[in-house]
């Protein structure tokens, strides 16, 4: 069993910039293709990103690439979102999950383990 612990999210102006956390638990993680997500409200979960087991390739939501980059640190058993440029669009309740063989990495239901998710909120 893997705990998702993420942290980081916040209020933040537009044009601004946050970084989020998700940090696991156990000894497994490198195991672990790791994706984020996001849900506004009123809307269906989104990809955001995603990253392999050795930290690359990535991949982006169309929406989001060239300003978020995501990274991972297996010796701290850590995934971050670095988020630039910020847009009100950008708000959402922000999730990381990790998957151990998916199919296909921008779908939700392919992945084992989910985090409690981060508030991410971008003020015009």
């Known amino acids: 069993q893997v705990q998702l612990v993420e942290s980081g999210g916040g209020l933040v102006q537009a044009g601004g910039s946050l970084r989020l956390s998700c940090a696991a638990s156990g000894r497994t993680f490198t195991r672990y293709y790791m994706g984020w997500f996001r849900q506004a409200p009123g809307k269906e979960r989104e990809f955001v990103a995603a990253?392999?087991?050795?930290?690359?390739?990535?991949y982006y939501a169309d929406s989001v690439k060239g300003r978020f980059t995501v990274s991972r640190d297996n010796a701290k058993n850590t995934g971050y979102l670095q988020m630039n440029s910020l847009k009100p669009d950008d708000t959402a309740v922000y999730y990381c999950?990790?998957?151990?063989?998916?199919?296909?990495?921008?779908?939700?239901?392919?992945?084992?383990?989910w985090g409690q998710g981060t508030q991410v909120t971008v003020s015009s």
């Open positions: 999950a990790l998957a151990l063989n998916p199919t296909r990495l921008r779908l939700g239901t392919d992945y084992n383990y």
């Open positions: 990253i392999l087991r050795t930290g690359s390739p990535t």
